[in-house]
């Protein structure tokens, strides 16, 4: 009888897609993989940091595990993704049946892990994998220790997924004051075009007709091909081209450039709106490719220049709405989703009010909208008291999202 394993996922697409890498190597070294926790021998947690809610889920989750790990000592209790790389050993103090943690930049050596632990004689004993903290070690060191992790994945028969997801560009340099994700996800580093385009065509050759690019900020993907820089823009028209290729589309979009950027969160720095910004060419690209979406999600966060001021965000209300115009100028039937947060420190309602005047001027087809959750080791929870209180937060959630649902109704 091959061995089971269980994954459970949340987070974003990127943690959909480590979990698809994860379930693609245990698979080749003869596990199976099993829809419930109960009968599996290996159950692992694919967990998410970017609200403090995400992580309650998963704790309560393992707790709820006690009684199975009760039930099969020799079984395997792993805790992956974002949580295990911002947690660490603290994993063990708040669930001390956990048998290893494993951050995102430590996947390739997943299988190995799990093969080690399964042929213990003893109870497993505890393993820490994870990566070198960004804010502590120096910059080169710290993108050695986030490893990117690209195999060769079987796409699933029956896999109900509508696009494959294939990975641009590795971690993140915006260092929005909010966010855990540069922390957790390490420096920016975008993957060589030829690597990419191999993936789309091995993915193509399995029968994938849709494609879905993800990175935190596809819109600064880079990579130096001797003299040329290739850009999105120029990922698009190579990608566009292979054989199977329906569709493509990708996210998400940072409305300035990246370039510039600083590689730690500390210290002032050149911020530019620099040409990696959502350029003409990459809206041509858009407009005139057949096989890529007329559709952009670009998070706006907010409609406040003193809110996005706080949140690090490098644009103001006014150059974002000019953005918007743009793209429904360029792009004929074009549509644009966005992310706010709201409640964000010191946000008051004549702030809070601008940013409902800004959803209803740039009539996005959704807008994905967040009651501000703090994290400790990020610049807002160093700088700012999260001081609106929760109920505001919810009367803010839900006005905003009214807001929204009125545009999407009256917008097909
Ligand atoms: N790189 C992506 C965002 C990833 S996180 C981007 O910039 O588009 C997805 C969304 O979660 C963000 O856009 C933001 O709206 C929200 N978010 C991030 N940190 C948050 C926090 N501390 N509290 C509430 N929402 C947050
Ligand atoms: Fe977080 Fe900002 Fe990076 Fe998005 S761009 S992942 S919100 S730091
Ligand atoms: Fe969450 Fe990590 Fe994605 S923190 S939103 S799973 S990058």
Request: hydrophobic share 35%.
């Amino acid at each position: 009888m091959p061995q089971k394993f269980y994954i459970e996922t949340l987070g974003c697409q990127m943690n959909v897609l480590d979990s698809e890498l994860a379930a693609s190597a245990l698979n080749m070294m003869g596990m199976q993989q099993s829809n419930v926790p109960d009968d599996a021998d290996v159950i692992l947690f694919n967990t998410c940091s970017v609200r403090q809610h995400a992580e309650d889920k998963v704790y309560s989750a393992l707790g709820r595990l006690k009684t199975w790990k009760t039930e099969k000592p020799f079984g395997i209790l792993g805790v992956l993704g974002c949580m295990a790389q911002k947690d660490q050993k603290l994993v063990f103090q708040r669930a001390p049946h956990v048998d290893f943690v494993l951050g995102p930049g430590c996947l390739d050596v997943l299988a190995e892990t799990i093969s080690r632990l399964l042929a213990e004689k003893i109870r497993p004993s505890k393993t820490v994998c994870v990566s070198l903290n960004r804010t502590a070690n120096a910059h080169p060191d710290v993108l050695d220790s986030f490893r990117q992790y690209n195999p060769e994945r079987i796409v699933p028969a029956e896999s109900d997924i509508p696009a494959s997801l294939v990975r641009i560009m590795f971690g993140c340099n915006q260092f929005c004051s909010y966010c855990i994700v540069p922390f957790v996800r390490g420096p920016e580093q975008s993957r060589p075009p030829q690597d990419i385009i191999n993936e789309v065509r091995h993915l193509a050759g399995q029968g994938t007709a849709k494609i879905t690019l993800i990175g935190q900020t596809v819109n600064s993907y880079q990579y130096q091909e001797g003299e040329r820089s290739v850009r999105l823009s120029d990922l698009l028209y190579r990608l566009s081209g292979i054989t199977g290729i329906e569709q493509i589309d990708f996210v998400t979009m940072y409305p300035t450039g990246g370039r510039g950027k600083q590689h730690s969160p500390t210290g002032g720095g050149g911020q530019q709106h620099g040409p990696l910004g959502i350029d003409e060419d990459l809206l041509q690209a858009v407009r005139d490719l057949p096989n890529v979406l007329k559709h952009l999600h670009i998070p706006a966060q907010s409609g406040s220049d003193a809110v996005l001021k706080r949140m690090n965000r490098q644009y103001t209300a006014a150059f974002y709405r000019e953005l918007v115009d743009r793209i429904y100028a360029t792009i004929p039937g074009s549509t644009i989703t966005s992310d706010f947060i709201v409640g964000f420190c010191g946000e008051t309602d004549a702030d809070f009010e601008q940013t409902v005047d800004l959803v209803k001027h740039c009539r996005f087809r959704n807008s994905f909208i967040f009651k501000y959750s703090e994290r400790a080791g990020t610049k807002a929870a160093e700088l700012y008291a999260d001081d609106v209180p929760d109920e505001v937060k919810k009367f803010r959630h839900n006005r905003l999202l009214a807001t929204q649902i009125e545009i999407s109704r009256t917008n097909p």
